[in-house]
């Protein structure tokens, strides 16, 4: 251990040594040169080599200021515009009110202005503000609104007169920048400047006023100024305003209010502003009264059936007993299907034992399926532990028909020891409706307890129709019990009880999803049994034993079958066992698929082995392929096997492949 450890240092040692050392802040004059020729399409590592002492000298105030100083030689006029661009991006990051005068003469050229803006950003800096304002007079076009924009990024109060001047200059353009870079302000001259605009705008300017006017009056929240952000949300909630605007006013003015605008909000329930509705039934949801519930849940009826839908989501979020009945309320008395739909998802996320009832008579009364399936999903998720279980299981024990077998499907995802019990004696019950729905829930529970007795209870079934429809549920829990002598014992402890020729032969066929060699004994026994259905049933199920074990019971029932249908199944069952092994070819399967090609009948027996056949990467595999292409009934499936095993051994076996895809051709 201690010889690893010196090797290993040993072995840093000699990295680091080979690892040329980065070049420092002082000195990179030759990369800074480099840098200021460069343009797209060339070679781009200088700049990465640049970034990253920027990276580095982040921390570290003296490189840094060392590399700021470098990095403004790269502002010179005489460099290319990428480069002082890129320039500019670092000075954004490591830029201090040394660079100011640098990127002041950026500010003298339209071209180069937004550059300069790049590099500013919004890093605190007076000297850099007021290099802004003074290159503003007589900036123009795509570079003076790029001035206006960044000093409203940087809040620059001292913006404020140029800007208001600004706010009504007859380029449109101009005037928009300016009122947004007022609002970005937001200070008490910028919403006085903003203010006193009302009325004198142009139309299309009136909607980037009052979304200034917006951000002032959140901004005023943030401070505390409640009463004064008030006023000014209050103009803006008028319905002469954009709707956006409404709503984002109408949330402030709730916000502004102490009781979170309770009796705002039950205004506009009562009335008919469809725009603002929305906003105020979301802001039920952060109410802080505690009775705020009762009082709101009192207005579901008077709204529209989206508006009640969105009512019900937010009693839903507040989850208190006032909500719960509220909801509950809307379950049983609206007409609308989607609103019972919500009313019942809700009930299921804030329910509890109390609201069982009322989910259940509403699913007996359901007729729409997407109806339907909103109640029994949320029966499944409604909170409560052992009571609601309790509650559930006394619905179930009065139910009949489609509404027990769906109270039983409710219950899929609880898994006491109780619903445990009662759905296993729901799969007896006389109703197939009920039965089926007990069995399909049974076959997900996943313990290992109940299957014995499920399985008896599938042996026992007399109604064919029945035992066929479930047989592939009491197959899925079989598999899911992860034990498997437990699910073999299961199945073979109800064979021996099982007198009926029918019960035996349905038992048969789980013995593949028991899959250990306790099963597939009993499988080779039930083969000879002396009833011919029992025989049948042990060769369908061989056919589908999930591994080659079972190769040698199913090869002797392919030689000498007991019928046709006997041969076909077990030949299926040998190919699709020949066919998983593909993955992993060996002299072994090529014998398997010799074997069955020259015990093959016909024609169709051999198209089923060649389909097999053609996944085995293997030069034997080849070979046997290779004769049948001269048998004019299966010469088409000879020429894809062919193909295919050649395409896939062509890199170690070259000669071969060529040679068998040249005849493949012919």
Known sequence: MKTKLIAALILGSVLLAATPPAATAADHSALIASVA????????????????????AVGNRKSRAELELALLKL????CTFEARRFACQQLAIIGSDASVPALANLLQNNDTIGLACLAFGNRPSTRADTALRNALPDAAGQGRLQIISTLGNRRDA???IPLAILARDADSLVALTAIQALGKIANAPARKTLTALEGQLKPELQITLADALLRCADELV?????????????????QSQPAFIRRGAFAGLLRCERDGGEQRILETLRGNDAVLKPVAIVAIRELPSKGASERLGRELPGLTPMEQVW?????????????????ASALSASAESNVRQAAAQALGQIGDASVIGKLTQALAAAKDEAEVNALVAALAIVPGGHATDTAVLNELNAAQGKVR??????????RSAEVLTALLN????PDPIVARAAFRVMSRAGAEDPLPLLVNRFAVIRDAELRADVEGFVEQAVAGTENVATRTSAVRGALRQATEVEARAALLTLLPACG????LETLNEAANDADARVRAAAVRALAEWPDASAWNALAAVWRNPESDSHRLLSLRGLTRMAGDANARPDAALIGRYRDLLDGARNDDERKLILSALGGAAHLDALNLALPLLDVPGVRAEAEVAVKKIAGAIKNQHPDAAKAALERASK
């Open 311 to 327: 009512l019900i989501e937010s009693l839903a979020a507040r989850n208190d007993a006032a909500a719960r009945v509220a909801v």
């Open 75 to 78: 502002l010179a006029p005489d």
């Open 426 to 429: 729901e799969t007896g019950h």
């Open 37 to 56: 020729k460069w343009e797209s399409g060339q070679d781009i590592q200088p700049l990465f080599q640049l970034e990253e002492l920027v990276r580095e």
């Open 405 to 414: 077998a769906q109270l039983i499907s409710s219950l899929a995802n609880r």
């Open 516 to 519: 250990d060699a306790a099963a």
């Open 158 to 160: 001292k913006a404020v």
């Open 222 to 238: 943030k401070s505390g100024s409640r009463k004064v952000a008030a006023a000014v949300y209050e103009p803006l909630t008028a």
